[in-house]
Protein backbone atom coordinates (compact mmCIF):
# COMPACT_ATOMS: atom_id res chain seq x y z
CA UNK A 1 0.00 0.00 0.00
CA UNK A 2 3.30 2.48 -0.69
CA UNK A 3 0.44 4.88 -2.96
CA UNK A 4 -1.60 5.42 -0.28
CA UNK A 5 1.62 6.46 2.17
CA UNK A 6 4.76 7.40 0.01
CA UNK A 7 6.45 9.16 3.05
CA UNK A 8 6.95 7.06 6.04
CA UNK A 9 6.15 3.54 7.62
CA UNK A 10 5.67 1.88 10.66
CA UNK A 11 5.68 -1.26 12.40
CA UNK A 12 4.21 -2.84 15.75
CA UNK A 13 4.89 -6.19 16.79
CA UNK A 14 3.98 -7.21 20.04
CA UNK A 15 2.51 -10.77 21.15
CA UNK A 16 -0.37 -11.71 19.25
CA UNK A 17 -0.65 -8.09 18.10
CA UNK A 18 0.76 -6.41 15.01
CA UNK A 19 -0.33 -2.82 13.51
CA UNK A 20 1.10 -1.60 10.36
CA UNK A 21 1.18 1.82 8.74
CA UNK A 22 1.45 3.79 5.68
CA UNK A 23 1.85 7.47 5.35
CA UNK A 24 1.31 10.88 3.40
CA UNK A 25 2.18 13.47 5.37
CA UNK A 26 0.07 16.42 5.54
CA UNK A 27 -0.13 17.21 9.66
CA UNK A 28 2.67 17.53 11.93
CA UNK A 29 4.94 16.41 9.21
CA UNK A 30 7.80 15.67 11.55
CA UNK A 31 6.34 14.44 14.05
CA UNK A 32 3.52 12.34 12.91
CA UNK A 33 5.11 9.26 12.71
CA UNK A 34 2.48 5.95 13.28
CA UNK A 35 1.91 3.28 14.94
CA UNK A 36 1.55 6.33 17.47
CA UNK A 37 1.06 5.17 21.28
CA UNK A 38 0.38 7.11 24.29
CA UNK A 39 3.21 8.28 27.11
CA UNK A 40 3.20 4.74 29.11
CA UNK A 41 2.92 2.40 25.91
CA UNK A 42 0.17 1.12 26.52
CA UNK A 43 -2.17 1.84 23.59
CA UNK A 44 -1.53 1.94 20.44
CA UNK A 45 -3.44 3.24 16.96
CA UNK A 46 -2.98 3.46 13.64
CA UNK A 47 -4.64 5.87 11.63
CA UNK A 48 -6.18 7.47 8.21
CA UNK A 49 -7.53 10.50 7.41
CA UNK A 50 -8.00 13.58 9.45
CA UNK A 51 -9.34 15.09 12.44
CA UNK A 52 -10.81 18.40 11.72
CA UNK A 53 -11.72 19.66 15.72
CA UNK A 54 -8.59 18.06 16.94
CA UNK A 55 -6.93 21.32 18.27
CA UNK A 56 -10.01 22.12 20.25
CA UNK A 57 -10.00 18.65 21.69
CA UNK A 58 -6.18 19.06 22.05
CA UNK A 59 -7.00 22.18 24.27
CA UNK A 60 -9.59 20.33 26.43
CA UNK A 61 -7.32 17.07 26.61
CA UNK A 62 -4.22 19.06 27.80
CA UNK A 63 -6.80 21.06 30.56
CA UNK A 64 -7.33 17.26 31.69
CA UNK A 65 -3.88 16.55 32.19
CA UNK A 66 -2.52 14.77 29.06
CA UNK A 67 0.96 15.55 27.89
CA UNK A 68 1.45 15.38 24.06
CA UNK A 69 4.61 14.33 22.42
CA UNK A 70 3.78 15.78 19.20
CA UNK A 71 1.57 18.49 17.30
CA UNK A 72 -0.58 15.38 15.50
CA UNK A 73 -4.51 14.84 15.10
CA UNK A 74 -3.66 11.26 15.50
CA UNK A 75 -2.25 11.92 19.40
CA UNK A 76 -5.62 13.81 19.77
CA UNK A 77 -7.13 10.02 19.06
CA UNK A 78 -5.18 8.22 21.27
CA UNK A 79 -5.48 10.41 24.06
CA UNK A 80 -9.50 10.63 23.82
CA UNK A 81 -9.62 7.00 23.76
CA UNK A 82 -8.00 7.10 27.43
CA UNK A 83 -10.91 9.35 28.40
CA UNK A 84 -13.52 8.14 26.62
CA UNK A 85 -12.92 4.28 25.54
CA UNK A 86 -15.06 3.11 22.14
CA UNK A 87 -16.84 6.19 22.98
CA UNK A 88 -14.50 8.81 21.99
CA UNK A 89 -15.50 8.49 18.37
CA UNK A 90 -18.26 9.93 18.84
CA UNK A 91 -16.56 13.43 19.45
CA UNK A 92 -13.94 13.08 16.54
CA UNK A 93 -15.29 15.58 13.51
CA UNK A 94 -13.68 14.51 10.30
CA UNK A 95 -12.42 11.53 8.14
CA UNK A 96 -11.24 8.54 9.55
CA UNK A 97 -10.66 5.06 9.74
CA UNK A 98 -8.51 3.52 12.87
CA UNK A 99 -7.21 1.10 14.75
CA UNK A 100 -6.61 1.01 18.82
CA UNK A 101 -4.98 -1.53 20.54
CA UNK A 102 -5.00 -1.12 24.40
CA UNK A 103 -2.26 -3.67 25.54
CA UNK A 104 -4.50 -3.82 29.01
CA UNK A 105 -7.83 -4.61 27.76
CA UNK A 106 -6.56 -7.20 25.37
CA UNK A 107 -9.08 -5.27 23.39
CA UNK A 108 -8.67 -4.03 19.70
CA UNK A 109 -11.35 -0.92 18.93
CA UNK A 110 -11.43 0.10 15.07
CA UNK A 111 -14.08 2.65 13.82
CA UNK A 112 -14.85 4.49 10.82
CA UNK A 113 -16.26 7.82 10.25
CA UNK A 114 -20.19 8.78 10.52
CA UNK A 115 -20.42 8.95 6.10
CA UNK A 116 -17.58 6.18 5.22
CA UNK A 117 -15.57 8.90 3.87
CA UNK A 118 -12.15 6.21 4.17
CA UNK A 119 -12.29 2.53 3.60
CA UNK A 120 -11.93 -0.25 6.01
CA UNK A 121 -12.17 -3.75 5.34
CA UNK A 122 -11.81 -6.72 7.35
CA UNK A 123 -11.66 -11.18 7.28
CA UNK A 124 -12.02 -12.88 10.51
CA UNK A 125 -10.58 -16.50 10.17
CA UNK A 126 -12.40 -19.68 12.07
CA UNK A 127 -9.83 -19.58 14.45
CA UNK A 128 -11.08 -16.19 15.70
CA UNK A 129 -7.73 -13.87 13.95
CA UNK A 130 -8.65 -10.58 12.79
CA UNK A 131 -7.37 -9.36 9.39
CA UNK A 132 -7.96 -5.77 8.91
CA UNK A 133 -7.03 -3.17 6.10
CA UNK A 134 -7.58 0.45 4.11
CA UNK A 135 -7.37 -2.27 0.97
CA UNK A 136 -8.76 -5.83 0.56
CA UNK A 137 -5.10 -6.06 -1.43
CA UNK A 138 -3.53 -6.01 2.08
CA UNK A 139 -5.76 -8.48 3.44
CA UNK A 140 -4.86 -10.99 0.79
CA UNK A 141 -1.18 -10.54 0.91
CA UNK A 142 -1.51 -11.84 4.16
CA UNK A 143 -2.28 -15.65 2.51
CA UNK A 144 -4.75 -16.59 5.63
CA UNK A 145 -7.40 -16.31 3.11
CA UNK A 146 -8.21 -17.96 -0.84
CA UNK A 147 -9.89 -15.16 -2.78
CA UNK A 148 -13.39 -16.62 -3.89
CA UNK A 149 -16.54 -15.04 -5.44
CA UNK A 150 -19.09 -14.10 -3.16
CA UNK A 151 -22.27 -14.94 -5.51
CA UNK A 152 -24.83 -13.76 -2.53
CA UNK A 153 -23.20 -10.13 -3.51
CA UNK A 154 -23.50 -10.71 -7.00
CA UNK A 155 -27.07 -9.41 -7.65
CA UNK A 156 -26.44 -5.73 -5.70
CA UNK A 157 -22.96 -5.46 -7.85
CA UNK A 158 -25.32 -5.25 -11.17
CA UNK A 159 -27.95 -3.35 -9.84
CA UNK A 160 -26.12 -0.80 -7.55
CA UNK A 161 -22.86 -0.70 -9.14
CA UNK A 162 -21.72 -2.27 -6.04
CA UNK A 163 -22.68 -4.13 -3.05
CA UNK A 164 -24.30 -2.63 0.28
CA UNK A 165 -23.59 -2.78 3.62
CA UNK A 166 -20.88 -5.10 5.05
CA UNK A 167 -20.72 -7.30 1.94
CA UNK A 168 -17.79 -7.44 -0.63
CA UNK A 169 -17.43 -9.40 -3.98
CA UNK A 170 -14.58 -11.42 -1.81
CA UNK A 171 -16.52 -14.63 -0.20
CA UNK A 172 -15.79 -13.74 3.98
CA UNK A 173 -14.00 -10.04 3.36
CA UNK A 174 -16.45 -7.75 5.38
CA UNK A 175 -16.26 -3.69 4.95
CA UNK A 176 -16.88 -1.81 8.01
CA UNK A 177 -19.76 0.55 7.89
CA UNK A 178 -19.96 4.20 7.83
CA UNK A 179 -20.71 5.38 11.54
CA UNK A 180 -19.54 1.86 13.16
CA UNK A 181 -17.27 0.68 15.82
CA UNK A 182 -15.52 -3.06 15.87
CA UNK A 183 -14.51 -4.38 18.55
CA UNK A 184 -11.60 -7.32 18.88
CA UNK A 185 -11.43 -9.73 21.70
CA UNK A 186 -10.40 -13.00 22.18
CA UNK A 187 -11.37 -13.94 19.04
CA UNK A 188 -15.26 -12.16 18.79
CA UNK A 189 -16.35 -9.38 17.67
CA UNK A 190 -18.78 -6.55 18.67
CA UNK A 191 -20.14 -4.05 15.55
CA UNK A 192 -22.05 -1.24 16.92
CA UNK A 193 -23.26 1.82 14.64
CA UNK A 194 -23.06 5.33 16.80
CA UNK A 195 -24.40 7.56 14.24
CA UNK A 196 -26.72 7.86 11.42
CA UNK A 197 -28.41 10.72 9.66
CA UNK A 198 -30.90 12.38 10.54
CA UNK A 199 -34.12 13.96 8.59
CA UNK A 200 -36.36 15.28 11.49
CA UNK A 201 -36.70 19.00 11.80
CA UNK A 202 -34.26 20.00 14.47
CA UNK A 203 -36.43 21.11 17.59
CA UNK A 204 -36.79 25.29 17.20
CA UNK A 205 -35.97 25.15 13.85
CA UNK A 206 -39.16 24.23 11.97
CA UNK A 207 -40.48 28.00 11.76
CA UNK A 208 -37.14 29.48 9.67
CA UNK A 209 -38.41 31.64 6.57
CA UNK A 210 -35.98 29.93 3.25
CA UNK A 211 -33.99 33.44 3.93
CA UNK A 212 -33.04 32.07 7.33
CA UNK A 213 -32.15 28.59 5.97
CA UNK A 214 -30.17 30.09 3.44
CA UNK A 215 -27.95 31.95 5.76
CA UNK A 216 -27.57 29.26 8.20
CA UNK A 217 -26.70 26.85 5.73
CA UNK A 218 -23.92 28.97 4.02
CA UNK A 219 -22.27 29.55 6.82
CA UNK A 220 -22.17 26.08 7.89
CA UNK A 221 -20.99 25.46 4.38
CA UNK A 222 -18.13 28.44 4.91
CA UNK A 223 -16.78 26.54 8.28
CA UNK A 224 -17.11 23.03 6.38
CA UNK A 225 -14.52 24.84 3.80
CA UNK A 226 -12.53 26.43 6.49
CA UNK A 227 -12.16 23.34 8.43
CA UNK A 228 -11.08 21.46 5.18
CA UNK A 229 -8.40 23.67 4.59
CA UNK A 230 -6.22 21.93 7.76
CA UNK A 231 -2.65 20.89 6.49
CA UNK A 232 0.97 21.67 6.79
CA UNK A 233 1.33 21.12 2.84
CA UNK A 234 -0.17 22.61 0.21
CA UNK A 235 -4.01 22.29 -1.13
CA UNK A 236 -6.02 22.35 -4.26
CA UNK A 237 -9.33 21.88 -5.89
CA UNK A 238 -10.84 19.38 -8.52
CA UNK A 239 -12.73 21.66 -10.83
CA UNK A 240 -15.33 20.06 -12.80
CA UNK A 241 -16.84 23.59 -13.49
CA UNK A 242 -20.57 21.82 -12.30
CA UNK A 243 -21.57 23.84 -9.23
CA UNK A 244 -20.45 21.87 -6.41
CA UNK A 245 -16.34 22.05 -6.73
CA UNK A 246 -17.53 25.62 -7.93
CA UNK A 247 -18.93 26.32 -4.70
CA UNK A 248 -16.12 24.86 -3.10
CA UNK A 249 -13.02 27.37 -5.04
CA UNK A 250 -15.75 30.39 -4.75
CA UNK A 251 -15.66 29.95 -0.59
CA UNK A 252 -12.32 28.75 -0.75
CA UNK A 253 -10.99 32.26 -2.31
CA UNK A 254 -12.37 34.00 0.57
CA UNK A 255 -10.88 31.74 2.87
CA UNK A 256 -7.02 31.62 1.58
CA UNK A 257 -4.71 34.38 0.52
CA UNK A 258 -2.82 34.51 -2.85
CA UNK A 259 -3.98 31.89 -5.95
CA UNK A 260 -4.67 28.69 -5.01
CA UNK A 261 -4.52 25.70 -7.54
CA UNK A 262 -7.28 24.07 -9.27
CA UNK A 263 -7.07 20.74 -11.68
CA UNK A 264 -9.63 19.55 -14.65
CA UNK A 265 -9.86 16.49 -17.05
CA UNK A 266 -11.49 16.26 -20.32
CA UNK A 267 -11.17 14.12 -22.92
CA UNK A 268 -10.87 15.42 -26.53
CA UNK A 269 -14.38 14.46 -28.02
CA UNK A 270 -16.60 18.04 -27.85
CA UNK A 271 -19.34 15.98 -26.11
CA UNK A 272 -17.08 15.05 -23.41
CA UNK A 273 -15.17 18.34 -23.12
CA UNK A 274 -16.49 20.54 -20.21
CA UNK A 275 -13.21 22.40 -19.61
CA UNK A 276 -14.56 26.15 -20.62
CA UNK A 277 -16.73 25.85 -17.06
CA UNK A 278 -14.09 25.17 -15.21
CA UNK A 279 -12.07 27.98 -16.84
CA UNK A 280 -14.95 30.01 -16.25
CA UNK A 281 -14.69 29.06 -12.91
CA UNK A 282 -10.64 29.49 -12.62
CA UNK A 283 -11.23 33.08 -14.17
CA UNK A 284 -13.14 34.23 -11.58
CA UNK A 285 -11.29 33.42 -8.56
CA UNK A 286 -7.97 33.75 -10.52
CA UNK A 287 -6.85 30.15 -9.60
CA UNK A 288 -3.66 28.62 -10.83
CA UNK A 289 -5.11 26.30 -12.89
CA UNK A 290 -4.43 23.29 -14.64
CA UNK A 291 -5.62 20.84 -17.17
CA UNK A 292 -4.92 17.31 -18.75
CA UNK A 293 -6.81 15.74 -21.52
CA UNK A 294 -7.17 11.88 -21.26
CA UNK A 295 -7.28 10.02 -24.63
CA UNK A 296 -9.11 6.57 -25.33
CA UNK A 297 -6.24 4.58 -25.15
CA UNK A 298 -4.90 5.91 -21.93
CA UNK A 299 -8.43 5.68 -20.49
CA UNK A 300 -8.80 1.67 -20.95
CA UNK A 301 -4.91 1.11 -20.54
CA UNK A 302 -5.30 2.56 -17.33
CA UNK A 303 -8.49 0.29 -16.32
CA UNK A 304 -6.96 -3.38 -15.05
CA UNK A 305 -4.55 -1.14 -12.82
CA UNK A 306 -7.37 1.00 -11.67
CA UNK A 307 -9.46 -2.21 -10.27
CA UNK A 308 -6.42 -3.64 -8.97
CA UNK A 309 -6.16 -0.21 -6.86
CA UNK A 310 -10.27 -0.13 -6.40
CA UNK A 311 -9.79 -4.08 -5.00
CA UNK A 312 -13.28 -4.48 -6.72
CA UNK A 313 -15.04 -3.52 -10.42
CA UNK A 314 -14.53 -0.39 -11.05
CA UNK A 315 -18.54 0.64 -10.55
CA UNK A 316 -18.13 4.52 -12.56
CA UNK A 317 -16.90 5.48 -15.73
CA UNK A 318 -15.84 8.65 -14.31
CA UNK A 319 -13.06 6.73 -11.79
CA UNK A 320 -10.55 6.78 -14.63
CA UNK A 321 -10.40 10.58 -15.33
CA UNK A 322 -10.14 11.22 -11.82
CA UNK A 323 -6.87 8.79 -11.28
CA UNK A 324 -5.56 10.85 -14.12
CA UNK A 325 -6.68 14.04 -12.90
CA UNK A 326 -5.64 12.96 -9.57
CA UNK A 327 -1.45 12.30 -10.88
CA UNK A 328 -1.64 15.96 -12.36
CA UNK A 329 -2.40 17.35 -8.88
CA UNK A 330 0.25 15.08 -7.42
CA UNK A 331 2.91 17.04 -9.44
CA UNK A 332 1.45 20.35 -7.32
CA UNK A 333 -0.42 19.50 -4.01
CA UNK A 334 -0.59 16.56 -1.33
CA UNK A 335 -4.58 17.77 -0.84
CA UNK A 336 -7.30 18.58 -2.55
CA UNK A 337 -10.88 19.60 -1.88
CA UNK A 338 -13.80 18.14 -3.98
CA UNK A 339 -17.69 18.01 -4.47
CA UNK A 340 -18.79 14.61 -3.50
CA UNK A 341 -21.75 14.25 -1.58
CA UNK A 342 -23.77 17.35 -2.23
CA UNK A 343 -26.20 15.40 -4.65
CA UNK A 344 -27.59 12.70 -2.12
CA UNK A 345 -27.74 15.38 0.29
CA UNK A 346 -29.75 17.91 -1.62
CA UNK A 347 -31.31 15.90 -4.38
CA UNK A 348 -28.60 16.95 -6.85
CA UNK A 349 -29.77 14.25 -9.48
CA UNK A 350 -33.36 13.66 -11.82
CA UNK A 351 -33.87 10.63 -10.31
CA UNK A 352 -35.32 12.12 -6.70
CA UNK A 353 -37.63 14.61 -8.61
CA UNK A 354 -38.53 11.98 -11.52
CA UNK A 355 -39.59 9.54 -8.68
CA UNK A 356 -40.81 12.19 -6.60
CA UNK A 357 -43.54 12.77 -9.20
CA UNK A 358 -43.75 9.23 -10.38
CA UNK A 359 -44.62 7.72 -6.95
CA UNK A 360 -47.58 10.62 -6.65
CA UNK A 361 -49.19 10.34 -9.73
CA UNK A 362 -48.94 6.43 -9.35
CA UNK A 363 -51.03 6.66 -5.88
CA UNK A 364 -53.30 8.58 -7.65
CA UNK A 365 -53.76 6.69 -10.35
CA UNK A 366 -53.55 3.06 -8.55
CA UNK A 367 -56.15 4.27 -6.25
CA UNK A 368 -58.70 5.23 -9.04
CA UNK A 369 -58.05 2.56 -11.44
CA UNK A 370 -58.49 -1.60 -11.68
CA UNK A 371 -56.19 -3.46 -12.58
CA UNK A 372 -57.72 -4.61 -15.67
CA UNK A 373 -58.57 -0.68 -16.68
CA UNK A 374 -54.47 -0.20 -16.08
CA UNK A 375 -54.11 -3.64 -18.68
CA UNK A 376 -56.50 -1.80 -21.62
CA UNK A 377 -53.97 1.48 -20.64
CA UNK A 378 -50.80 -0.23 -21.19
CA UNK A 379 -52.11 -1.99 -24.21
CA UNK A 380 -53.59 0.97 -26.20
CA UNK A 381 -50.90 2.90 -25.69
CA UNK A 382 -48.08 -0.12 -27.07
CA UNK A 383 -50.44 0.11 -30.25
CA UNK A 384 -50.59 3.84 -30.50
CA UNK A 385 -47.10 4.97 -29.83
CA UNK A 386 -43.63 4.30 -31.55
CA UNK A 387 -41.47 2.11 -29.78
CA UNK A 388 -39.09 4.86 -27.80
CA UNK A 389 -41.56 6.26 -26.58
CA UNK A 390 -43.57 2.80 -25.11
CA UNK A 391 -40.07 2.20 -23.96
CA UNK A 392 -40.04 5.30 -22.00
CA UNK A 393 -43.52 5.27 -20.79
CA UNK A 394 -42.72 1.25 -19.01
CA UNK A 395 -40.39 3.70 -16.74
CA UNK A 396 -43.54 4.98 -15.11
CA UNK A 397 -46.49 4.44 -13.42
CA UNK A 398 -48.42 3.52 -15.86
CA UNK A 399 -46.87 0.50 -16.31
CA UNK A 400 -44.82 0.08 -12.66
CA UNK A 401 -46.13 -0.23 -9.33
CA UNK A 402 -46.42 3.19 -7.41
CA UNK A 403 -43.91 1.34 -4.87
CA UNK A 404 -40.09 2.86 -4.32
CA UNK A 405 -38.44 -0.59 -5.03
CA UNK A 406 -40.01 -1.00 -8.51
CA UNK A 407 -39.87 3.29 -9.69
CA UNK A 408 -36.79 4.06 -7.81
CA UNK A 409 -34.77 0.89 -7.19
CA UNK A 410 -35.74 -1.13 -10.30
CA UNK A 411 -36.32 1.58 -12.88
CA UNK A 412 -32.56 3.05 -12.44
CA UNK A 413 -30.88 -0.09 -11.50
CA UNK A 414 -27.87 -0.96 -13.76
CA UNK A 415 -29.48 -4.25 -14.54
CA UNK A 416 -33.32 -4.81 -13.03
CA UNK A 417 -34.35 -7.86 -11.43
CA UNK A 418 -36.30 -8.88 -14.76
CA UNK A 419 -32.86 -8.61 -16.66
CA UNK A 420 -30.88 -10.69 -13.84
CA UNK A 421 -33.05 -13.17 -14.70
CA UNK A 422 -32.69 -13.80 -17.97
CA UNK A 423 -28.64 -12.71 -17.65
CA UNK A 424 -27.54 -15.10 -14.84
CA UNK A 425 -27.18 -18.63 -15.85
CA UNK A 426 -29.43 -21.35 -13.47
CA UNK A 427 -25.79 -22.45 -12.34
CA UNK A 428 -25.16 -19.07 -11.04
CA UNK A 429 -28.53 -18.29 -9.34
CA UNK A 430 -28.41 -22.00 -7.05
CA UNK A 431 -25.03 -20.23 -5.83
CA UNK A 432 -26.81 -17.12 -5.16
CA UNK A 433 -30.12 -18.05 -3.68
CA UNK A 434 -32.47 -15.31 -3.40
CA UNK A 435 -32.24 -13.11 -6.09
CA UNK A 436 -33.18 -9.93 -5.02
CA UNK A 437 -30.68 -7.10 -5.47
CA UNK A 438 -32.58 -4.50 -3.10
CA UNK A 439 -33.17 -6.48 -0.23
CA UNK A 440 -30.56 -4.28 1.53
CA UNK A 441 -31.28 -1.24 0.29
CA UNK A 442 -35.44 -1.83 0.76
CA UNK A 443 -34.57 -2.45 4.20
CA UNK A 444 -32.42 1.06 4.72
CA UNK A 445 -36.49 2.56 3.90
CA UNK A 446 -37.17 1.65 7.00
CA UNK A 447 -34.57 1.95 9.65
CA UNK A 448 -34.42 5.80 9.32
CA UNK A 449 -36.20 8.77 10.57
CA UNK A 450 -37.17 10.23 7.55
CA UNK A 451 -40.51 10.18 6.42
CA UNK A 452 -41.22 12.12 3.10
CA UNK A 453 -40.18 10.21 -0.22
CA UNK A 454 -37.32 12.53 -1.04
CA UNK A 455 -35.70 12.05 2.48
CA UNK A 456 -36.26 8.21 2.27
CA UNK A 457 -34.68 8.13 -1.45
CA UNK A 458 -31.92 10.67 0.40
CA UNK A 459 -31.23 8.14 3.00
CA UNK A 460 -31.22 4.90 0.82
CA UNK A 461 -28.59 6.52 -1.57
CA UNK A 462 -26.48 7.79 1.72
CA UNK A 463 -26.24 4.37 2.88
CA UNK A 464 -25.61 2.87 -1.20
CA UNK A 465 -24.56 5.11 -3.73
CA UNK A 466 -22.56 7.78 -1.97
CA UNK A 467 -20.85 5.03 -0.53
CA UNK A 468 -19.47 4.15 -3.78
CA UNK A 469 -18.80 7.67 -5.26
CA UNK A 470 -16.67 8.04 -1.20
CA UNK A 471 -14.83 5.20 -2.22
CA UNK A 472 -13.82 5.68 -6.30
CA UNK A 473 -13.02 9.32 -4.47
CA UNK A 474 -10.75 7.91 -2.17
CA UNK A 475 -9.29 4.80 -4.04
CA UNK A 476 -8.28 6.92 -7.08
CA UNK A 477 -6.84 9.91 -5.51
CA UNK A 478 -4.69 7.55 -3.26
CA UNK A 479 -3.18 5.82 -6.18
CA UNK A 480 -1.49 8.72 -7.11
CA UNK A 481 -0.69 9.80 -3.54
CA UNK A 482 -3.10 12.43 -3.34
CA UNK A 483 -5.83 13.28 0.06
CA UNK A 484 -9.16 14.14 -1.12
CA UNK A 485 -11.24 15.55 1.17
CA UNK A 486 -15.29 16.25 0.66
CA UNK A 487 -16.47 18.96 2.58
CA UNK A 488 -20.18 19.11 2.09
CA UNK A 489 -19.58 16.18 3.83
CA UNK A 490 -18.56 17.36 6.95
CA UNK A 491 -20.52 16.21 10.15
CA UNK A 492 -22.00 19.80 11.35
CA UNK A 493 -23.19 20.68 7.77
CA UNK A 494 -24.70 17.29 6.80
CA UNK A 495 -26.42 17.17 10.12
CA UNK A 496 -28.20 20.54 9.47
CA UNK A 497 -28.48 19.56 4.87
CA UNK A 498 -30.64 16.60 6.12
CA UNK A 499 -33.20 18.28 8.30
CA UNK A 500 -33.94 21.18 5.82
CA UNK A 501 -37.63 20.82 4.66
CA UNK A 502 -37.55 19.50 1.11
CA UNK A 503 -38.68 22.42 -0.24
CA UNK A 504 -35.05 23.45 0.39
CA UNK A 505 -33.46 20.83 -1.45
CA UNK A 506 -35.91 20.06 -4.23
CA UNK A 507 -37.95 22.69 -5.09
CA UNK A 508 -40.16 22.07 -8.38
CA UNK A 509 -37.84 21.68 -11.13
CA UNK A 510 -35.04 23.52 -9.31
CA UNK A 511 -32.76 20.65 -7.83
CA UNK A 512 -30.20 21.84 -4.50
CA UNK A 513 -32.32 24.81 -3.94
CA UNK A 514 -30.52 26.55 -0.88
CA UNK A 515 -26.96 25.83 -2.26
CA UNK A 516 -27.98 27.61 -5.26
CA UNK A 517 -29.42 30.15 -3.14
CA UNK A 518 -26.56 30.56 -1.31
CA UNK A 519 -24.25 30.55 -4.06
CA UNK A 520 -26.01 33.19 -6.21
CA UNK A 521 -24.54 36.07 -5.25
CA UNK A 522 -20.63 34.33 -5.44
CA UNK A 523 -20.84 31.65 -8.66
CA UNK A 524 -20.98 32.91 -12.36
CA UNK A 525 -24.76 32.97 -14.02
CA UNK A 526 -23.67 30.11 -16.14
CA UNK A 527 -22.35 27.85 -13.24
CA UNK A 528 -24.87 28.82 -11.35
CA UNK A 529 -27.67 28.10 -13.69
CA UNK A 530 -26.28 25.12 -15.50
CA UNK A 531 -28.05 21.72 -15.27
CA UNK A 532 -26.92 18.83 -13.43
CA UNK A 533 -25.04 16.39 -16.46
CA UNK A 534 -22.49 14.43 -14.63
CA UNK A 535 -19.14 13.58 -15.77
CA UNK A 536 -19.39 12.75 -19.66
CA UNK A 537 -17.44 9.81 -20.35
CA UNK A 538 -18.15 8.22 -24.02
CA UNK A 539 -17.59 5.20 -23.53
CA UNK A 540 -20.62 3.78 -24.99
CA UNK A 541 -19.49 5.54 -28.80
CA UNK A 542 -15.76 3.97 -27.65
CA UNK A 543 -17.44 0.17 -27.46
CA UNK A 544 -19.47 0.82 -30.73
CA UNK A 545 -16.09 1.52 -32.26
CA UNK A 546 -12.16 1.23 -31.87
CA UNK A 547 -12.48 -0.60 -29.07
CA UNK A 548 -15.22 -3.20 -29.38
CA UNK A 549 -12.31 -5.52 -29.20
CA UNK A 550 -13.13 -5.30 -25.57
CA UNK A 551 -16.40 -6.14 -25.62
CA UNK A 552 -15.82 -9.41 -27.84
CA UNK A 553 -13.39 -10.22 -25.65
CA UNK A 554 -14.15 -9.60 -22.06
CA UNK A 555 -18.13 -9.89 -22.67
CA UNK A 556 -18.67 -12.15 -25.06
CA UNK A 557 -15.37 -13.98 -25.20
CA UNK A 558 -14.60 -18.10 -24.67
CA UNK A 559 -13.46 -17.12 -21.24
CA UNK A 560 -16.48 -15.15 -20.24
CA UNK A 561 -18.70 -18.15 -21.02
CA UNK A 562 -16.55 -21.13 -19.55
CA UNK A 563 -17.27 -19.55 -16.49
CA UNK A 564 -21.03 -20.56 -16.01
CA UNK A 565 -22.02 -17.29 -14.74
CA UNK A 566 -23.42 -15.27 -17.52
CA UNK A 567 -25.77 -16.52 -19.90
CA UNK A 568 -24.18 -16.19 -23.59
CA UNK A 569 -27.58 -15.61 -25.55
CA UNK A 570 -28.38 -12.62 -22.87
CA UNK A 571 -24.89 -11.28 -23.66
CA UNK A 572 -24.92 -11.41 -27.33
CA UNK A 573 -28.31 -10.26 -27.52
CA UNK A 574 -27.31 -6.62 -25.24
CA UNK A 575 -24.66 -6.10 -27.72
CA UNK A 576 -26.19 -6.76 -30.71
CA UNK A 577 -28.63 -4.00 -29.73
CA UNK A 578 -25.73 -1.66 -28.05
CA UNK A 579 -24.02 -1.60 -31.41
CA UNK A 580 -26.61 -1.69 -33.83
CA UNK A 581 -27.75 1.93 -31.81
CA UNK A 582 -31.24 0.46 -31.05
CA UNK A 583 -30.03 0.88 -26.98
CA UNK A 584 -27.29 2.17 -25.36
CA UNK A 585 -26.24 -0.27 -22.88
CA UNK A 586 -22.92 1.19 -22.22
CA UNK A 587 -23.12 1.25 -18.45
CA UNK A 588 -24.75 -2.42 -18.50
CA UNK A 589 -21.71 -3.04 -20.46
CA UNK A 590 -19.49 -1.57 -18.53
CA UNK A 591 -20.02 -3.44 -15.46
CA UNK A 592 -19.57 -6.64 -17.09
CA UNK A 593 -16.28 -6.11 -18.52
CA UNK A 594 -15.33 -4.38 -15.05
CA UNK A 595 -16.45 -7.75 -14.03
CA UNK A 596 -14.77 -10.00 -16.01
CA UNK A 597 -11.44 -8.00 -15.41
CA UNK A 598 -12.06 -8.37 -11.69
CA UNK A 599 -12.20 -12.06 -11.91
CA UNK A 600 -9.35 -12.08 -13.98
CA UNK A 601 -6.98 -10.83 -11.65
CA UNK A 602 -8.61 -11.48 -8.45
CA UNK A 603 -9.72 -15.12 -9.03
CA UNK A 604 -7.65 -16.41 -11.51
CA UNK A 605 -4.43 -14.43 -10.67
CA UNK A 606 -3.88 -13.24 -13.60
CA UNK A 607 -0.33 -10.84 -13.88
CA UNK A 608 -2.17 -6.72 -13.69
CA UNK A 609 0.89 -5.89 -16.04
CA UNK A 610 -0.08 -8.35 -17.92
CA UNK A 611 -3.88 -6.89 -18.46
CA UNK A 612 -3.06 -3.78 -18.70
CA UNK A 613 -0.42 -4.83 -21.56
CA UNK A 614 -3.50 -7.02 -23.23
CA UNK A 615 -6.40 -4.20 -22.96
CA UNK A 616 -3.84 -1.38 -24.47
CA UNK A 617 -2.84 -3.60 -26.96
CA UNK A 618 -6.53 -4.46 -28.34
CA UNK A 619 -7.71 -1.24 -28.26
CA UNK A 620 -4.86 0.05 -30.03
CA UNK A 621 -4.94 0.77 -33.86
Not at 61 to 82: K, P
Not at 285 to 309: C, G, N
Not at 474 to 490: I, K, T
Not at 512 to 530: C, G, N, S, W
Request: a neutral charge; proline letters at 4%; charged letters at 25%.
Amino acid sequence: MTHRGPDDSGIYVNGNIGLGHRRLSIVDVAGGHQPMTNEDGTVHIVFNGEIFNHLTLRQRLQVNGHRYANNSDTETIVHLYEERGSDAVAALSGMFAFAIWDAIQGRLLIARDRLGIKPLYYYLADDGSLYFGSEIKAILASGAIVPQVNFSALPDYLANHAPSGDETLFRSIKRLPAGHTLIWENGKLQIRQYWDARFEPEVGVQALSDQEYTERWREKFRDAVRTHLMADVPLGVFLSGGIDSSAIAAMMSQLVKGPFKTFSVAFSEREANELEFARIVSRAYRTDHHEIIVSPEEYFASLPKMIWQEDEPIAHVASIPLYHVAKLAAQHVKVVLTGEGSDELLAGYGKYRTTVYNLACGGFYHRWTTAGMRRLVRGGLSLALPSRVEEKLQRTFLWRDATIEQLYFDNFAVFSRSMQERLLTPQAKSQIGRLDPYLKVHDLIHATDARTILNKLLYADLKTYLHELLMKQDQMSMAASVESRVPFLDWGLVDFTTRLPDRMKLRGWTTKYVLRQAMKDMLPREILTRPKVGFPVPVGAWFRGKFRHIIDEHVLGERVRERGILNHAALEQLVAEHNSNRKDHFQRLWSLVNLELWLRQSIDGDPVAESVAHVARVSGP
